[in-house]
């Protein structure tokens, strides 16, 4: 109990909590004194006989002096405790104090105000005898017109028979200028019951413009959906460029296809050249040879006839020497046919590896007509969707002139009705202020009696507590139960709690009563920065003051043109709201079309993801592809975009020793000049002007660069 009412303190009651502890320790300090005293004093040899009347006569003197002690401790105590309830009681009346002289500050600040409010009346009726003074100069002036206007008609009478013609017209212009009159005072009152219409009419200007306002927010919503729809168009445009790029490689790829088909006639015509230059290379190298023998046969036997048996034995290492030649082109001839043994096997896996690809090139060629039918629908229903977007581009633009310009109406229309309600009649505010003034006094006052009554509970409660508390120690003097001091003391502890919860609420009190007065306050400060606003905007007191109204006013000339203004309005705001229907319903149909848009992005993504694994494999097959023909035929070929290709040796020293390639619209294949094509002038002269074979060129040059390889490894 002790723990939980220390979580719930604060700092007033700190003390109050130290007073309990302390007469907590106090009472079981003397129940330990207590036991202490009796065992000692029952331990102590007594002299004197041990009867029972001396025991109990040295136990109530005991007992009244430790009595005595705690009564001395609870005056204190008391004591304590009275200084803390004086020190709240300044403090309270500090407060009290405080709020007073705020309350004075607030009367001074209302003698001001009222001061203002007689400084404005005095002013107003400074105003009214101005006003006075400037119509006795009217009155003045009209009697010097109608003295005027006397000898004007005195004139007229001595000259009415030279001047008959000229007085008929201005008779007539009189009876115009009467009728003008009457004319006006109708008008004025037309203006005044107009003014009441122009009223209502502006409050539904308010409501139609706040729909209009609600149209446009839904249009600018509709319109970001339109945007959202373009941008999905352009993606998909984006994926349909994918696509045709997908196109192109796959025409690519069939053109490298029947390449490599001309290439692989090449070779087989290429090996039997080779072939065929082989065994005439070595017909030729034999009938060298047998001149050579035959030759120096004549010679020997013209010079040597005489040496048959030298001759014998040369023949027979001719023979010799022969058949040795003969092993070796039958040794070469079997190479060769094992080479094309494994060439056929490998042209027999390019075939079917082609096979294969013509099936997957046939597969993209329907997959993409598929393509190109969705992406002309989506080019069909693209193009449509621009028209209706410049459609309403268009109407937005005329939309948003037309929207400046109600603006700008609507300002003017303002700026009227503003000068129309400086002009009509307003209620004075010094009776709200005097209100508001007399409802801050009753609060302070109510306040005041409220803290009044606080301190006064408070005080009733600390007496209601000091005589528990005497209560509770007469009992515990009378020799009560250990058990009923416990539940006493738990009693003591709850009341003080209850009285701690209730300090507690005072002071939230007191706290809520503060806000209250600053919101007061603010709302005064508003009351008086309003108050000079209105009279630096001309604000007068009507049972005072008094409008005159001219004839021939421009304000009524005004009120016209904005009655003008305010039909053309409503033309021009049932024409935007017959635009926005027909644009929501446009819009309505685009949902439609956003729909099918999304349909239409599957089935490109299916598409893609189809074009994706179709590039895959290509792209490895062609990987695949160019590493065998790297491997097989010694050189790498790279493409480029604009129908050029490079190919860099396997033998070359650097990868800039390259040749460049172009093809030809017609299918031609010619050889770009480069750097190192210059150092190459007796193999292309041979090759490809005089042979006109790129192959050939090709394969001498292999077989310059292994031999230039070869020399150096060497």
């Given at each position: 109990?002790?723990?939980?009412?220390?979580?719930?303190m604060?700092?007033?009651?700190?003390?109050?909590?130290?007073?309990?502890?302390?007469?907590?320790?106090f009472?079981s300090?003397?129940?330990?004194?207590?036991?202490?005293?009796?065992?000692?004093?029952?331990?102590?040899?007594?002299?004197?006989?041990?009867?029972?009347?001396?025991?109990?006569?040295?136990?109530?003197?005991?007992?009244?002096?430790?009595?005595?002690?705690?009564?001395?401790?609870?005056?204190?105590?008391?004591?304590?405790?009275?200084?803390?309830?004086i020190?709240?009681?300044?403090?309270?009346?500090?407060?009290?104090?405080?709020?007073?002289?705020?309350?004075?500050?607030?009367?001074?600040?209302?003698?001001?105000?009222?001061?203002?409010?007689?400084?404005?009346?005095?002013?107003?009726?400074?105003l009214?005898?101005k006003?006075?003074?400037?119509?006795?100069?009217?009155?003045?002036?009209?009697?010097?017109?109608?003295?005027?206007?006397?000898?004007?008609?005195?004139?007229?009478q001595?000259?009415?028979?030279?001047?008959?013609?000229?007085?008929?017209?201005?008779?007539?212009?009189?009876?115009?200028?009467?009728?003008?009159?009457?004319?006006?005072?109708?008008?004025?009152?037309?203006?005044?019951?107009?003014?009441?219409?122009?009223?209502?009419?502006?409050?539904?200007?308010?409501?139609?413009?706040?729909?209009?306002?609600?149209?446009?927010?839904?249009?600018?919503?509709?319109?970001?959906q339109v945007?959202?729809?373009?941008?999905?168009?352009?993606?998909?445009?984006?994926?349909?460029?994918?696509?045709?790029?997908?196109?192109?490689?796959?025409?690519?790829?069939?053109?490298?296809?029947?390449?490599?088909?001309?290439?692989?006639?090449?070779?087989?015509?290429?090996?039997?050249?080779?072939?065929?230059?082989?065994?005439?290379?070595?017909?030729?190298a034999?009938?060298k040879?047998?001149?050579?023998?035959a030759?120096?046969?004549?010679?020997?036997?013209?010079?040597?006839?005489?040496?048959?048996?030298?001759?014998?034995?040369?023949?027979?290492?001719?023979?010799?020497?022969?058949?040795?030649?003969?092993?070796?082109?039958?040794a070469?001839?079997?190479?060769?046919?094992?080479l094309?043994?494994?060439?056929s096997?490998?042209?027999?896996?390019?075939?079917?590896?082609?096979?294969?690809?013509?099936?997957?090139?046939?597969?993209?060629?329907?997959?993409?007509?598929?393509?190109?039918?969705?992406?002309?629908?989506?080019?069909?229903?693209?193009?449509?969707?621009?028209?209706?977007?410049?459609?309403?581009?268009?109407?937005?633009?005329?939309?948003?002139?037309?929207?400046?310009?109600?603006?700008?109406?609507?300002?003017?229309?303002?700026?009227?009705?503003?000068?129309?309600?400086?002009?009509?009649t307003?209620?004075?505010?010094?009776t709200?202020l005097?209100?508001?003034?007399?409802?801050?006094?009753?609060?302070?006052?109510?306040?005041?009696?409220?803290?009044?009554e606080?301190?006064?509970?408070?005080?009733?409660?600390?007496?209601?507590?000091?005589?528990?508390?005497?209560?509770?120690?007469?009992?515990?003097?009378?020799?009560?139960?250990?058990?009923?001091?416990?539940?006493?003391?738990m009693?003591?502890?709850?009341?003080?709690?209850?009285?701690?919860?209730?300090?507690?609420?005072?002071?939230e009190k007191?706290?809520?009563?503060?806000?209250?007065?600053?919101?007061?306050?603010?709302?005064?400060a508003?009351?008086?920065?309003w108050?000079e606003?209105?009279?630096?905007?001309?604000?007068?007191?009507?049972?005072?003051?008094?409008?005159?109204?001219?004839?021939?006013?421009?304000?009524?000339l005004?009120?016209?043109?904005?009655?003008?203004?305010?039909?053309?309005?409503?033309?021009?705001?049932?024409?935007?709201?017959?635009?926005?229907?027909?644009?929501?319903?446009?819009?309505?149909?685009?949902?439609?079309?956003?729909?099918?848009?999304k349909?239409?992005?599957?089935?490109?993504?299916?598409?893609?993801?189809?074009?994706?694994?179709?590039?895959?494999?290509?792209?490895?097959?062609?990987?695949?592809?160019?590493?065998?023909?790297?491997?097989?035929?010694g050189?790498?070929?790279?493409?480029?975009?604009?129908?050029?290709?490079?190919?860099?040796?396997?033998?070359?020293?650097?990868?800039?020793?390259?040749?460049?390639?172009e093809?030809?619209?017609?299918?031609?294949?010619e050889?770009?000049?480069?750097?190192?094509?210059?150092?190459?002038?007796?193999?292309?002269?041979?090759?490809?002007?005089?042979?006109?074979?790129?192959?050939?060129?090709?394969?001498?040059?292999?077989?310059?660069?292994?031999?230039?390889?070869t020399?150096?490894?060497?």
């Amino acid at each position: 109990m002790e723990q939980r009412f220390a979580l719930g303190m604060t700092p007033d009651n700190t003390k109050v909590m130290r007073i309990m502890g302390e007469f907590h320790d106090f009472m079981s300090a003397a129940k330990e004194n207590s036991m202490q005293q009796s065992s000692h004093i029952s331990a102590i040899p007594f002299s004197l006989p041990s009867d029972d009347d001396h025991k109990q006569s040295t136990a109530l003197q005991v007992s009244n002096v430790l009595s005595k002690v705690k009564l001395k401790q609870l005056e204190s105590n008391h004591s304590s405790s009275e200084k803390l309830l004086i020190q709240r009681t300044v403090n309270l009346e500090s407060k009290i104090k405080e709020l007073e002289m705020e309350k004075q500050i607030l009367h001074e600040r209302c003698s001001k105000y009222q001061v203002q409010v007689t400084d404005l009346t005095q002013q107003s009726i400074d105003l009214s005898d101005k006003v006075k003074d400037l119509e006795q100069t009217k009155h003045e002036e009209i009697l010097k017109w109608e003295e005027s206007a006397m000898e004007i008609q005195r004139l007229k009478q001595q000259n009415e028979q030279k001047f008959a013609m000229q007085t008929q017209m201005l008779n007539e212009r009189i009876n115009d200028l009467m009728s003008q009159k009457l004319t006006m005072e109708k008008e004025e009152q037309l203006f005044e019951i107009n003014q009441a219409e122009l009223c209502s009419q502006v409050e539904q200007y308010k409501s139609q413009a706040q729909a209009a306002y609600q149209l446009q927010a839904k249009y600018d919503e509709k319109t970001n959906q339109v945007l959202q729809a373009e941008h999905t168009i352009h993606e998909l445009k984006m994926r349909l460029e994918n696509v045709q790029e997908a196109e192109n490689m796959a025409h690519i790829l069939k053109q490298d296809m029947n390449r490599l088909r001309q290439l692989e006639i090449d070779v087989s015509h290429l090996s039997r050249e080779n072939s065929n230059l082989k065994l005439n290379q070595e017909n030729c190298a034999l009938l060298k040879e047998q001149l050579i023998a035959a030759n120096t046969k004549l010679q020997r036997l013209e010079e040597k006839c005489n040496e048959i048996p030298k001759i014998v034995a040369e023949n027979e290492a001719l023979k010799e020497k022969l058949n040795k030649t003969q092993n070796a082109t039958t040794a070469n001839v079997d190479d060769n046919v094992s080479l094309l043994q494994n060439h056929s096997s490998f042209n027999a896996k390019l075939e079917k590896e082609i096979e294969t690809l013509k099936e997957q090139l046939a597969t993209s060629k329907s997959r993409s007509l598929e393509d190109r039918k969705n992406a002309a629908e989506y080019e069909i229903k693209f193009t449509e969707q621009t028209e209706a977007i410049s459609s309403l581009k268009a109407q937005l633009i005329r939309l948003k002139k037309r929207a400046s310009l109600f603006a700008y109406e609507r300002d003017s229309i303002r700026s009227l009705l503003q000068t129309y309600d400086a002009e009509l009649t307003m209620t004075s505010h010094t009776t709200q202020l005097n209100k508001r003034l007399d409802n801050m006094t009753s609060v302070n006052k109510k306040l005041h009696d409220r803290i009044v009554e606080l301190e006064l509970e408070s005080q009733r409660h600390v007496e209601d507590t000091l005589r528990h508390k005497l209560q509770v120690k007469q009992m515990q003097l009378g020799g009560s139960l250990s058990s009923g001091q416990k539940q006493e003391e738990m009693s003591i502890s709850s009341v003080l709690e209850e009285k701690s919860n209730e300090v507690l609420a005072l002071k939230e009190k007191i706290t809520s009563f503060e806000t209250e007065r600053t919101n007061l306050m603010e709302k005064i400060a508003n009351l008086e920065a309003w108050i000079e606003q209105r009279n630096l905007n001309g604000d007068y007191n009507p049972d005072k003051t008094k409008v005159l109204h001219f004839t021939m006013n421009p304000a009524d000339l005004a009120h016209q043109q904005s009655k003008r203004d305010i039909t053309e309005l409503k033309e021009q705001n049932a024409k935007l709201q017959l635009k926005l229907r027909q644009l929501e319903e446009g819009h309505e149909v685009s949902m439609s079309e956003i729909e099918f848009s999304k349909e239409a992005k599957t089935k490109l993504n299916a598409a893609e993801l189809k074009n994706q694994r179709l590039k895959e494999v290509f792209s490895k097959k062609i990987q695949e592809f160019r590493q065998v023909c790297y491997s097989l035929m010694g050189f790498q070929v790279v493409c480029s975009s604009d129908g050029k290709f490079k190919l860099l040796s396997m033998y070359a020293d650097s990868e800039t020793d390259c040749l460049e390639f172009e093809v030809k619209s017609s299918g031609e294949i010619e050889l770009l000049e480069t750097e190192y094509t210059k150092t190459l002038t007796d193999l292309i002269s041979l090759h490809l002007h005089h042979q006109n074979s790129i192959p050939m060129f090709l394969s001498a040059l292999t077989v310059n660069l292994f031999g230039q390889q070869t020399m150096m490894a060497d």
